[in-house]
């Protein structure tokens, strides 16, 4: 019998095991919507295509499974770009299929038509235009194949909406030919084996590791790898979670604004064992002063990252968890006295600290977010001041428990990545921390999760400015702050009123801990609108130029 | 140092844009560029030539990898290799010259493809010395125009850069 191509590639997304889609429909895709609506994949309607890209994002992240996100052609495609290229640079597997113009009318400049694989090219891992219904399953699976191996990322899909009408016979195939794409999952054994006697051999190690981590579900071999061989452990801002917070032998995070000890140990370390990170000019800073006195060993699935910012004395391409489960039989169990000492001084010399004066401090509010959740939550962040804040005092405890737009710092994620944490993960608390301009970028998805029913607990960081922006004008432009002050003062808490959702203001520390516990254990939705000082800045910060262990604070 | 890297890729539509989009958006510098259908319809066979040291080269060749249409990229100056390039040029020629040019094709063993009353047009390979060689000397007449194909290139001897049947047939689960 034969089906539609919009009814194939419905039966593709259940051959997949999809059954959460975020989208947005119009003219072009209606094809594909009408063929969802015999389907028991449940598709949720955002506000905006960005919120739903971004809640695809943040539903993957928090799953581990492919997010997948429709949307129309044209101005719905575009609204995507943003999205795509947040989860292509924090390798985010993805499947995005966009509406097209039918196949006659592509290159007309027809109504809501745009060449959106020639635009996603930079941002996506690959992109097909479908032109012939025969194709619709093999690049379906293709799609679902490169999006979730290898080093992960976004696939889009073009199909013209006379294509999505075809007939075909439809058969899902079991095989792929890739002649060009295949990742290394196993590193080379002679590699392995040096990495193995140059951490045997050094006196100071330091282990590096970066969101990769989580990706390959490596936590355990980290910990593993951390204890045998007595080395303290920094994280990647997309690492966080993997390595318990609160583990004697944690860091926190390292560079521009890491703890003063992870920079201080990265820089003496006589051995940087680099796991599924790589190298980002927010990690390294100078690269001639970091880690200079190292034998860098760097583990990464993808080649390319290998070389491309910082040399590495001794590469292993392939999947960290296989790497490192080749390496922890290799060494020996050991303890750096001396070095396992001076690194625990600096802890205690150098802890992150804030001045507390009596005023609400976004640090505060983070850190009895921690205590009141006891690091059992999904904690999402937008990105700027209160993003770093989290990073850096809130103790993670899972991986895929911290959530965040990292390698593209893109404002407004916050909001659709907490309604897609939330869709995946039903049982669990998610606490959306966010700034008061970030969430104002894709503020119309609180609809969206009244809608849907979400108890999200969203903590705005309210300093009515655009903090980050204006700490690197004070640092950076001697203090002449330009366009970062918000003059209209939007009252959040009775914002929240008008979507329904519960909202209060904090303006004292006390006010705060007296609300918390009954916030986080209402049943239903809360926004709670944080007043804090507009002066404060996120310290440590390593200013442009300087090596990592020269921070201001 | 220049490269010349061979580069078999599937023969699906945008391909060209893929790579050259590459190039520009790293921020590497193309010299050549040359592409066209292999030994194997399915498989087009690019010639690029890059300007570039061993680190760029590195970069270039691993990037080019992440491109799920590349299928092999073999660096044909690492080994002995033989290269050409095919240039059209179209001379001014007036009564006086004609005599001239026409023994400059002759020495440069070039062909002449087009005859025109006050033009001549001349088809020549070879490699790029050869070819510049031939360029300056026909200047003082006023080149009127000229093309280049760029750059192709094969290894010496038997070696070949093809995709083995194995690869062809090989298929991911």
Not at chain 1, 311 to 322: R, S
Not at chain 1, 463 to 474: D, P, S
Not at chain 2, 15 to 27: D, E, K, N, P
Request: with cysteine; aromatic share 6%.
């Amino acid at each position: 019998m034969e089906i539609t191509v919009a009814e194939a590639l419905v039966r593709c997304l259940e051959q997949e095991n999809v059954n959460l889609i975020f989208g947005y429909p119009g003219g072009a895709i209606i094809p594909v919507y009408d063929a969802l609506y015999n389907s028991n994949i449940k598709h949720v309607l955002t506000r905006h295509e960005q919120g739903a890209i971004h809640a695809a994002d943040g539903y993957a992240r928090v799953t581990g499974k492919v997010g997948v996100c429709l949307a129309t052609s044209g101005p719905g495609a575009t609204n995507l770009v943003t999205g795509i290229a947040n989860a292509y640079m924090d390798s985010v597997p993805m499947v995005v299929i966009t509406g097209q113009v039918p196949v006659s009318q592509i290159g007309t400049d027809a109504f809501q038509e745009v060449d959106i694989t020639g635009i996603t090219i930079p941002v996506t891992k690959h992109n097909y235009l479908i032109k012939d219904p025969k194709q619709l399953s093999q690049v379906v699976r293709k799609a679902f194949h490169i999006a979730a191996t290898g080093r992960p990322g976004p696939v889009l899909i073009d199909l013209p909406k006379d294509v999505a009408q075809a007939k075909i016979k439809f058969t899902y195939p079991r095989n792929i030919h890739l002649p060009g794409y295949k990742p290394t999952y196993k590193g080379h054994p002679a590699m392995i084996s040096q990495a193995g006697k140059i951490i045997m051999e050094s006196k100071r190690p330091v282990i590096y590791a970066g969101g990769g981590i989580r990706i390959s579900n490596a936590a355990p071999e980290l910990k593993e790898l951390a204890e045998t061989i007595s080395a303290p452990v920094t994280h990647t801002l997309m690492g966080l979670g993997c390595f318990p917070g609160d583990h004697p032998l944690f860091l926190g995070m390292l560079g521009m604004h890491g703890t003063r000890y992870a920079n201080q140990a990265v820089t003496e370390c006589d051995c940087l064992i680099t796991v599924g990170a790589r190298f980002d000019d927010r990690v390294v800073a100078n690269i001639e002063g970091f880690a200079p006195d190292a034998k860098i060993i760097h583990i990464d699935i993808d080649p390319a990252e290998i070389g491309k910012n910082v040399q590495a004395g001794l590469p292993i391409v392939g999947d960290v968890k296989q790497v490192l489960g080749k390496l922890l039989p290799l060494l020996k169990k050991r303890k750096n006295a001396d070095w396992t000492a001076r690194v625990q001084a600096w802890k205690k010399e150098y802890p992150l600290d804030y001045i507390k004066d009596g005023a609400l401090k976004p640090q505060f509010v983070i850190e009895k977010l921690y205590e009141s959740t006891g690091g059992d939550a999904i904690v999402v962040t937008d990105v700027g001041q209160h993003q770093m804040w989290t990073a850096q005092y809130y103790k993670f405890k899972e991986p895929r428990s911290f959530i965040s737009s990292g390698g593209l710092g893109t404002m407004g994620f916050g909001l659709p990545a907490a309604i897609g944490a939330q869709m995946g993960a039903s049982g669990q608390r998610v606490v959306l921390i966010t700034g008061d301009g970030s969430i104002q970028m894709t503020l119309q998805e609180l609809a969206t999760a009244m809608e849907q029913g979400l108890p999200l607990k969203i903590f705005v960081m309210n300093n009515r400015q655009l903090g980050m922006v204006r700490q690197q004008q004070e640092y950076y432009c001697d203090k002449r702050y330009m366009a970062v002050d918000f003059q209209f003062d939007l009252d959040f808490a009775a914002l929240a009123g008008v979507y329904g959702m519960a909202g209060y203001t904090v303006k004292t520390p006390e006010q705060l801990v007296d609300m918390l516990p009954a916030v986080l254990a209402s049943p239903g939705p809360v926004m709670v609108n944080c007043l804090i000082s507009g002066k404060e800045n996120v310290l440590p910060m390593v200013l442009a130029g300087s090596n990592i262990n020269e921070a201001i604070d | 140092m220049t490269h010349t890297l061979a580069v078999l890729v599937e023969n699906t539509p945008g391909i060209l844009a893929r790579v050259a989009g590459l190039f520009s958006r790293r921020g590497f510098n193309i010299d050549s560029l040359a592409v066209g259908r292999s030994e194997d319809p399915g498989i087009s066979r690019m010639t690029i030539v890059v300007e570039g040291d061993d680190s760029i080269l590195e970069q270039v060749t691993k990037q080019l990898h992440k491109l799920i249409d590349v299928i092999k990229i073999t660096d044909v100056t690492r080994d002995d290799f033989v290269d050409r390039e095919l240039v059209m040029i179209k001379v001014n020629t007036e009564t006086s010259t004609r005599a001239e040019i026409m023994q400059l094709v002759d020495i440069f063993r070039a062909r002449i493809v087009d005859v025109g009353p006050k033009s001549l047009t001349i088809e020549v390979t070879g490699y790029e010395s050869k070819i510049n060689a031939f360029e300056n000397s026909l200047r003082p007449f006023g080149i009127l125009e000229m093309v280049r194909t760029g750059k192709v290139a094969m290894l010496r001897g038997f070696k070949s850069i093809t995709i083995s049947d194995h690869q062809k047939r090989e298929e991911t689960n």
